[in-house]
């Protein structure tokens, strides 16, 4: 089985990119064969990002996975932008994608319905993505529900290159992502960049601290019993603590000299030393100037190696001429 991932390299890592995602991937290539994981780079463009951002955010992005646990000698890591042969298996497959597909987009539309700039790139986008899940042959995609309608349009596309052209792409598995939790912020919504209610988890213990204390709650006073069922404290606690710890914490909710910023207090501790261990290791990788590079060449290595031999099978297939 072969697991096959990209990641957007946008904004500070939060509790719910970790527990939603990056911690899935990373038991993912204990579990699976062969692993793929890189920074989706291109994909970011259609959002006219900063330049120094977006090489900021690359580089951001691939310590905080490696520091998460994600390890090079399992998994092949790459960025996405070096491996050419994705912009031309793209440029292929857009020929098999009809444009009613991708009108359907629920990001296209989105988009549109929000009457944003929409370019060519965020039209086309689940088509490049596409080309990064066949160009590798990925069994299995992790990912979000959020993305859930990309893969089956990656599924519809390889299909209809097979349909014409025999047995070529191997159809990705698009049941994956029902197994992931959505994280709830700190205002009880779910966790997300967009809605300014996440807690970083690489952020100094000073902020996370802050951003824990403003988690809302409701007005209960304390010497009344708190409802732990719908309470955002708790609702993040149990991801962190063991069921044992929680049934403690359950206890005290329950007693009268225990209130929400005891709770509060609880969680803190909880979530920082959980990432701790994490934060410290992030420090170091990003002191070691040459590990990065070394890794990324050798991870662009052994994926154009595979993107090579799917683009040369599409275009076999499909009737261009070897000269
Ligand atoms: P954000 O909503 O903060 O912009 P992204 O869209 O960049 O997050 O998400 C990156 C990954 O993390 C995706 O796979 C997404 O499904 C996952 N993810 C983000 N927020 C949550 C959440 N609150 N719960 C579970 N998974 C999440
Ligand atoms: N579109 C994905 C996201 O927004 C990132 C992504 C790009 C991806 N290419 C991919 C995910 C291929 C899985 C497989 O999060």
Redesign the pocket.
């Known amino acids: 089985m072969r697991v096959v991932?990209g990641?957007?390299p946008?904004?500070k890592m939060?509790?719910?990119?970790?527990?939603?995602?990056?911690k899935h991937f990373i038991q993912f290539q204990n579990k699976a064969d062969d692993s793929f994981i890189f920074v989706a780079n291109y994909h970011v463009l259609n959002t006219y990002p900063d330049p120094e951002s977006l090489r900021k955010g690359t580089v951001d992005i691939l310590l905080d996975y490696l520091a998460l646990g994600l390890d090079p000698e399992k998994t092949t890591l790459f960025l996405q932008s070096s491996v050419p042969q994705i912009t031309e298996l793209t440029f292929i497959l857009s020929n098999y994608t009809p444009m009613g597909l991708l009108e359907r987009a629920h990001a296209y539309k989105d988009a549109l319905a929000k009457d944003k700039n929409v370019n060519h790139g965020l039209f086309t986008y689940p088509v490049l993505m596409a080309a990064d899940i066949l160009a590798y042959r990925a069994d299995v995609v992790?990912?979000?529900?959020?993305?859930k309608q990309h893969i089956e349009i990656t599924r519809d596309i390889a299909l209809r290159f097979n349909n014409r052209h025999g047995d070529i792409l191997t159809i990705p598995d698009a049941r994956i992502?029902e197994s992931?939790?959505?994280?709830?912020?700190t205002d009880g919504r779910?966790?997300?960049?967009?809605?300014q209610n996440?807690i970083e988890i690489f952020a100094s213990p000073k902020q996370m601290k802050k951003q824990i204390m403003n988690i809302v709650t409701d007005s209960t006073p304390m010497e009344e019993p708190l409802d732990p069922g719908c309470c955002n404290v708790f609702a993040l606690y149990r991801y962190f603590a063991t069921p044992e710890e929680c049934a403690e914490m359950k206890e005290k909710y329950a007693s009268p000299v225990f209130g929400y910023g005891h709770a509060k207090l609880a969680l803190f501790e909880k979530m920082n030393s959980y990432f701790e261990p994490f934060r410290e290791k992030r420090e170091a990788l990003a002191r070691d100037e040459d590990l990065l590079r070394d890794i990324l060449c050798n991870g662009a290595a052994k994926a154009c190696e595979e993107a090579q031999k799917t683009l040369a099978d599409v275009r076999r297939a499909a009737g261009i001429i070897e000269i």
């Open positions: 991932s990641v957007k946008s904004g939060h509790a719910g990119n970790y527990l939603g995602a990056v992790p990912v979000g529900k959020d993305q992502e992931m939790a959505v994280i709830p912020g779910k966790m997300s960049k967009s809605y996440t």
